[in-house]
C-alpha cells in the first residue's frame, strides 16, 4: 500500500509528557507515539522523561489519515530539546533524588499524632502527618518555578520516587507515599502525600490491623505487657463485634497476643 502526504503539517500547541525509565529509542519512540490520541492531525510534541538517567528527549509525533481504508497512521521523529527545558529537568530531577534520600525518614514530634495506632481510622491525623512531611523537607519548600516543565510532568515523575518511612514520638511506625502535585508554579505548589494501607507497625515492629478481618487470627509479639495492652485495647476498641477475642500470654522473657474469633 502506497501512502503518499500531501500538503504541509501545522504545529499543534498540544504537548505530553511521560516517563520511559532507561528504553531504549525504538521504546522511547513507541511511548511518545502512544500519547497522542488516536486521529490526532498534525505535529505534536512529546517529551520522554528518563528519570533514572536523568535524560529527556523530545519527538515530533506525526498524525495522518490514509482515507481510502480508513486508517490513521503516526510516526516519530528525534529531534533536539530546547536547552532551558533540559537544564530545568535534569536540576529537577537532581533535586529531586536528593530529596528522596532526605526523606527516607521523618520523625513526628510529641504533640501532634503520638502514634501509628492514631492514623489507622483517622483521615484528620493522617492529615497532620502528609502536611509535617510536606512542611518539613526542605526540597518542597525551595522548590524554584520551572518555566518548561509543565506541572503534569513533574506528577509523572514523584508518583513513583518518593516514599518516606515516619517514626512516631511512641516508636511506631508507618510509610507515606508521595502521590502526586498539585497547584501551580505562580500560585504555589503543594505536595500530597498518602498513607501506605498495611504499613503501620506498632513499636515492637508488629503490623497493626485495619480491618477486622486482618484483626482475626492476629498475633503479634511484644517486649512488655504494657504495649502487648496497646494492641489488645486497640483491637478491642475497634474489632470486638463477631465474638473477637484476644489473649497475651507470657512466653520465653516475651508477651504474644493472639486474636480470633471464638
Not at 532551558?84 to 536540576?91: K, S, T
Request: glycine residues 8%; hydrophobic residues 40%; contains cysteine.
Amino acid at each position: 500500500m502506497l501512502i503518499i502526504l500531501l500538503g504541509s503539517f501545522d504545529l499543534q500547541a498540544t504537548e505530553y509528557w511521560q516517563l520511559c525509565n532507561s528504553c531504549s529509542e525504538g521504546q522511547r519512540q513507541n511511548t511518545a507515539k502512544q500519547q497522542v490520541p488516536i486521529y490526532t492531525q498534525g505535529i505534536v510534541a512529546v517529551y520522554i522523561m528518563d528519570y533514572e538517567n536523568e535524560e529527556i528527549f523530545k519527538y515530533n509525533i506525526f498524525g495522518f489519515n490514509e482515507p481510502a481504508e480508513n486508517l490513521y497512521f503516526s510516526a516519530a521523529r528525534s529531534v533536539v530539546v530546547e536547552q532551558d527545558i533540559e537544564n530545568e529537568y535534569v536540576q529537577f530531577v537532581t533535586d529531586f533524588k536528593a530529596a528522596v534520600e532526605e526523606a527516607s525518614g521523618i520523625t513526628m514530634p510529641g504533640g501532634t499524632v503520638n502514634s501509628s495506632f492514631d492514623i489507622i481510622h483517622s483521615s484528620y491525623n493522617r492529615g497532620l502527618v502528609t502536611n509535617h512531611i510536606a512542611n518539613n523537607l526542605s526540597f518542597f519548600q525551595t522548590i524554584a518555578a520551572t518555566a518548561g516543565i509543565p506541572l503534569l510532568a513533574l506528577n509523572k515523575l514523584v508518583n513513583i520516587n518518593l516514599v518516606t518511612t515516619v517514626t512516631f514520638p511512641d516508636g511506631s511506625t508507618a510509610i507515606f507515599n508521595l502521590t502526586g502535585v498539585s497547584g501551580s508554579f505562580e500560585e504555589g505548589i503543594t505536595f500530597e502525600f498518602e498513607y501506605k494501607e498495611g504499613t503501620a507497625k506498632d513499636s515492637n515492629g508488629n503490623t497493626i490491623p485495619e480491618s477486622a478481618a486482618q484483626a482475626n487470627n492476629y498475633q503479634g509479639t511484644y517486649n512488655t505487657q504494657s504495649a502487648a495492652n496497646t494492641m489488645t485495647t486497640f483491637i478491642s476498641s475497634w474489632y470486638s463485634g463477631g465474638g473477637l477475642i484476644c489473649t497475651s500470654v507470657a512466653v520465653k522473657g516475651k508477651v504474644v497476643v493472639t486474636c480470633k474469633k471464638e
